[in-house]
């Protein structure tokens, strides 16, 4: 009797203990999603610029729940990156005003992760990630989902051709329309371009 009391006990301490583990990391994952959201809101730009050190704690840290969209650039007089750019911040701020910084949807098949945009300039400390991804040129728009985290090479060599989008000059004018609807269709979100009243004819 008294050795089945112990493992019900060791069973109740073991359930406690997933509990809190469980909540652990809800509140850590929380807290990531949090700083990103702050980091988007400290300026006009929804922007946040990139280095080695927020790339492993925010795109590479597991688990997360979030999207990160991320433009890798080049510094080298790259006339195109700075177009990509423009455009590119003209999207997440359209994903910033429509709320898309928070989740939403209540049921699970409706619920759709917070996405937050990072733009990684190639620089000594991050070229290692440009090997680790086998990047060549810039600008190039990855969108990153919380498996991304813990995938070998091999794995995101896979997704390359549905993930990732090298902008060349074969495609033509980029605008923020065509980079929204690529961003939308990985992330699962609606976001629109709402044009201003006096752009809207009656």
């Known amino acids: 009797m008294g050795f089945m009391k112990s493992i019900s006990i060791g069973l109740a301490f073991i359930a406690v203990l997933a509990v809190a583990i469980a909540s652990s990391q809800g509140d850590e994952q ?4 949090n700083q ?7 300026n006009d730009s929804p ?3 990139g280095n080695a050190e927020l790339y492993e704690k925010y795109v590479k840290t597991s688990p997360r729940p979030y999207d990160v969209v991320i433009l890798f650039t080049s510094k080298r007089n790259c006339e195109l990156c700075d ?20 989740p939403s949807g209540t049921q699970k098949r409706d619920r759709k992760r917070a996405v937050f945009f990072l733009v990684m300039p190639v ?7 440009f090997e680790q991804l086998k990047l060549k040129s810039a600008p190039m728009i990855v969108v990153t ?22 902008i060349t000059s074969s495609d033509g004018v980029v605008t923020s329309k065509k980079i929204l609807d690529f961003v939308n269709a990985k992330t699962g979100r609606s976001v629109r371009i709402i044009l201003p009243l006096s752009l809207i004819h009656i």
């Open 30 to 33: 929380e807290s990531l999603s």
């Open 36 to 42: 990103l959201r702050k980091l988007s809101l400290k």
């Open 47 to 49: 922007l946040i610029y």
């Open 83 to 102: 177009e990509i750019l423009t455009e590119f911040e003209e999207v997440a701020t359209l994903y910033r005003d429509q709320g898309a910084l928070y």
């Open 123 to 129: 620089a000594k400390s991050t070229e290692y990630i």
């Open 145 to 166: 989902h919380p498996k991304f985290a813990h995938m070998n090479p091999e794995e995101i060599n896979d997704i390359k051709k549905t993930e990732f989008w090298f």
